[in-house]
């Protein structure tokens, strides 16, 4: 027989595993409830129609890098920028997908005139090592770079890790694009004036960033909020980036995050399993690639928005992200622990720019 003293252990452990679940149940609640209400909220403000870049603004002799564009979004504004005479990068995980939407673009670019140079490389952002092959090919390859359009992505998955242990949609959506940006970006700055886009998404209203679990081990994995997590992510890099640039008193480099619209890709294939319904409910209301590319190619090439820079965007104009967002405290820590994360190293300063 156990004694007293083992019984009230066993009790208390019992109350402390039901109490832990129960906040674990609470606190996905309540992120779920708030997302929803942000989500309706935003949808709201939008209406149902879908805005539309209108610049005629050519990319003739500039140099456009596209993360994940062999597909969805990232594909039609890879073939935009290529029309516009772009010479376009197509940075892809799978390369075979990728050359053949190359060969879909030009096929679908053969009537229009003064096209520019497209071509494909090898980029898997859930590892640091692609990651830092790609940008030394990039350097190694190209003088110069004017658009960065940070737009591959992974939404609502089931719990993975990447190669180098970070959960996958924080250490693909936004530690992969901010070790792609900081490798880039004295060529970037080389190169101005330049843009650089981060695909964010109207979901970071629902999260945030849990500094003492970013890898979500310590709780119950919820996919949804991960994303969130992710998006918020890129939302806060693109300000601090912002931030930063003007500190360093850099002219002429602006960031812009964007919330593309509810599109129909194959980024949310996962999402029915995240939210079941979620299909039906969407299916009136998502948008074509086509469409969900234009507030990507609008912060990329449009003119009146050239003087603006550390914004986020959605139907093709600035819009009020969530207060999370506007947290200078929490941007300027992510920041730092995203370098840490990233393993880059401490000497290295992306707003030095060598001669």
Known sequence: MQSTEQQVTVQTTLIFAVLNSLHQFLYVFLRYTQLSVGLCKEFV????????????????GKVAIITGCNTGIGKVTAKDFFQR?????????????????????????????????IRTTELDLSS????????????KDERQINLLINNAGVMNCPYTKTKDGFELQFGTNHLGHFLFTLLLLPEIIRSTPARIVNLSSVAHLGGTIDFDDLNAERKIYWRVGAYSQSKLANVLFTKELDRRLRKANIQGVNTYSVHPGLVKTELGRHMNAAIPGFSTFTSLITKTPEQGAQTTI??????????????????????EPSRAALDEVTAKRLWEVSCKLVQLEEMYNPFEVPK
């Open 45 to 60: 403000s939008m209406g149902f129609g879908s805005s539309k870049c209108l610049s005629t603004a050519r990319l003739d």
């Open 85 to 117: 005479g772009a010479r376009v990068i197509m940075a892809c995980r799978n390369l075979k997908a990728a050359d053949e939407a190359l060969e879909e673009i030009k096929k679908q670019s053969e009537n229009c005139e003064n096209c520019g140079e």
């Open 128 to 139: 640091l090592e692609s990651v830092r092959k790609c940008a030394r090919n990039i350097l």
């Open 298 to 319: 609008y912060c990329a090439v449009d003119e009146k928005c050239q003087n603006e820079s550390g914004l986020y965007y959605a139907e093709c104009k600035s819009k």
